[in-house]
């Protein structure tokens, strides 16, 4: 039993890593500075294994939602205004989210986008309504396990290792013009905030709660934030990696869901590329769930109002209505026609800019006695938060102007 609770970390991990935004920037990055932007990954996944570990703690010690304390702790206008700005980010990565679902339906059905979007808008509606939390999370997360074709791929091309263990050391790589360093530097932010999307810890800690956590959970925790976390930066640096050797030569942007999947195409035919784009699919799919969630579970935790998906639909009518507004105000989003890599770009720039308010909570409620007793963060905890938290402060300020001066990193 165990090890079926390990897959709301990898359901966490693939959805929070490989999700649409990850597929994009891991594999633009691999494509216009070779393997250089490795380590912007390791840095980044110790950083969401830091966060995920906290907010895992909160739930098995103090019983209670981190939005719910959050209120307590932070006072109404100060937490409310947090959740505004969870909610926003949150609501424009699972418009995000369908439409990469659209474009990965398409791609395996022929049929049109927007019909698509649909589609699985209705899929991912029926997949919450009809199953409870544990069977969420386990057929999304041990599904979205295709996506380790990636990794076989990379392992088949015959990668030169030597320059990806390089490409793990902090570096800036030599003779880049200002442009290309100004793009250099928005990709890292970028990568930052795909990795650290706070969605991932609202609903890791959330599925705690839901899975009844307690002092003895706090072993499976740390487990599962870091395997589950190391998996989804593996898979994404082999995204990056093959991306490197397969396009970087050709000078190929891989901008698409479709051309990232040739990644598994290459040395696998229409085998390889089958299981990407399944594996593609069920990583979204469940990156969609949990924002959706997660926007759910911040709304009902900070008004207090009754939640989670071990309650039927009707016996938690307001947690019910939200996540159920949440889909369908993302799919209209999609339905607007808006490009859904415009998508993809908005949530990652939106995302940096609130990290600070969203971790700053988290961070503020882990190291409190009165609701973590003896089990407050230590002295590792504690230095890692914080230096993190200064991390994606500095990202924060630098993400507007990088983006604006590079156009989305597209010069």
Request: aromatic share 12%.
């Amino acid at each position: 039993m165990k090890l079926l609770e390990l897959t709301l970390g990898i359901m966490t991990a693939v959805g929070g890593f490989v999700d649409i935004s990850e597929l994009v920037f891991a594999a633009q990055a691999g494509s216009r500075f070779g393997y250089a932007l490795i380590w912007v990954f390791v840095v980044a996944t110790i950083g969401i294994m830091v966060f995920g570990e906290m907010s895992g703690r909160v739930a098995a010690i103090a019983k209670q939602p981190v939005f719910n304390l959050m209120r307590h702790r932070l006072g109404l206008k100060m937490g409310l205004l947090t959740l505004i700005a969870s909610l926003l980010s949150n609501l424009i990565t699972c418009a995000a989210e369908i439409g990469g679902l659209a474009l990965v339906l398409h791609l395996l059905t022929g049929a049109r986008y927007m019909l698509m979007a649909i589609a699985a808008t209705v899929t991912l509606v029926a997949s919450v309504w009809f199953f409870p939390f544990k069977w969420i999370e386990r057929g999304y997360g041990l599904l979205g396990l295709f996506m380790i074709v990636f990794a076989a791929a990379l392992v088949a091309i015959h990668p030169p290792w030597a320059q990806i263990a390089q490409g793990a050391l902090p570096q800036i790589p030599a003779g880049l013009s200002s442009r290309e360093l100004l793009g250099f530097s928005y990709f890292a932010v970028a990568i930052v905030s795909a990795v650290m999307f706070p969605y991932e810890t609202y609903f890791y800690s959330s599925g705690g709660i839901e899975e009844k956590w307690g002092p003895k959970d706090l072993g499976i925790n740390r487990v599962t934030t870091i395997i589950g976390f190391a998996l989804g930066s593996l898979l994404a640096i082999s995204l990056l990696a093959s991306s490197a050797q397969l396009f970087a030569p050709l000078h190929i942007d891989p901008q698409m869901p479709g051309t990232v999947a040739m990644e598994a195409a290459i040395p696998y035919g229409r085998t390889g590329l089958l299981l990407a784009l399944l594996g593609m699919l069920f990583a979204i799919g469940g990156a969609a769930v949990e924002t959706c969630l997660a926007n759910a579970y911040s709304l009902a935790q900070y008004f207090g109002w009754e939640w989670g998906r071990y309650e039927k639909p009707w016996d938690a009518p307001r947690f019910t209505l939200t996540w159920l507004a949440v889909f369908i105000v993302s799919l209209a989003i999609v339905l607007t026609g808006v490009d859904p890599m415009k998508l993809v770009e908005y949530a990652v720039v939106f995302s940096i800019l609130v990290l600070p308010l969203t971790y700053l909570p988290l961070l503020l409620l882990a190291g409190d006695r009165t609701y973590m007793r003896e089990h407050t963060n230590g002295a590792i905890a504690k230095t890692l938060g914080w230096g993190y938290y200064a991390l994606i402060v500095v990202a924060a300020v630098a993400a507007l102007p990088l983006f604006l001066l590079t156009s989305g990193g597209q010069q």
